[in-house]
């Protein structure tokens, strides 16, 4: 089968992070690239998941409350409306 050359466009940190890993694995980045390609025709799509990244710590540790509050709500102040929490908030300034 014939080769043919192709051009993609890829950051620079990008390429340096995967040609070092993949120098790693005894593979360079074209090697790569066909690989993937095989494996995606193969497979008829692309072949592995792509999601959103997962929450950072912040966020979980933000659901992880939310959760006891639910659990727990009792340890926690509650206001009737917004005029009431905007009080309290505002009550030592």
């Given at each position: 089968m014939a080769k043919v050359a192709t051009s993609?466009?890829?950051?620079?940190?990008t390429k340096a992070q995967a040609q070092?890993?993949?120098?790693?694995l005894g593979l360079d980045l074209s090697t790569?690239?066909?690989?993937?390609?095989?494996?995606?025709?193969?497979?008829?799509?692309i072949p592995f998941s792509i999601s959103r990244d997962?929450?950072?710590?912040?966020?979980?540790?933000?659901?992880?409350?939310?959760?006891e509050m639910k659990k727990h709500?009792?340890?926690y102040k509650?206001?009737?409306?917004?005029?009431?929490?905007m009080e309290d908030i505002l009550k030592d300034v």
């Open positions: 993609i466009t890829i950051d620079s940190e070092e890993l993949l120098s790693d790569a690239v066909n690989i993937f390609l095989r494996q995606a025709i193969r497979e008829n799509a997962v929450p950072n710590a912040d966020t979980i540790a933000a659901i992880e409350e939310l959760d709500p009792e340890n509650s206001y009737g409306n917004v005029k009431e929490m």
